[in-house]
Nanobody, 127 residues
């Protein structure tokens, strides 16, 4: 049973930066794509970023492209989301997720392709 624990959220002013972390226990990241999703108040949960399990290919939502970077450290079994130039519209609960093993559809960024989820961490960006 894998457990994902996010951390690093908080309150930041617009234009600032935060780095979210997601530590996994019970499973390594080696054969899994890892993704970040977010849910703003009153909205559906949406895709933010994903990193593939083999070649390190990444995809981003258009709204965060150029500002957010997803990375992972296999040795630490941790995935990160570096968020720069934050905007008030980035305010949301951020969730990390692990795909099904050797997933061939992880690149779609769809929630149905992700098997395990963390509990979320709140990010609030003030204007």
């Amino acid at each position: 049973q894998v457990q994902l624990v996010e951390s690093g959220g908080g309150l930041v002013q617009a234009g600032g930066s935060l780095r979210l972390s997601c530590a996994a226990s019970g499973r390594t990241f080696s054969n899994y794509a890892v993704g970040w999703f977010r849910q703003a108040p009153g909205k559906e949960r949406e895709f933010v970023a994903v990193r593939g399990w083999s070649l390190g290919i990444t995809y981003y939502a258009d709204s965060v492209k150029g500002r957010f970077t997803i990375s992972k450290d296999n040795a630490k079994n941790t995935v990160y989301l570096q968020m720069n130039s934050l905007k008030p519209e980035d305010t949301a609960i951020y969730y990390c997720a692990l795909s099904f093993p050797y997933s061939r559809s992880w690149h779609r960024g769809l929630q149905e392709d992700f098997e395990s989820w963390g509990q979320g961490t709140q990010v609030t960006v003030s204007s």
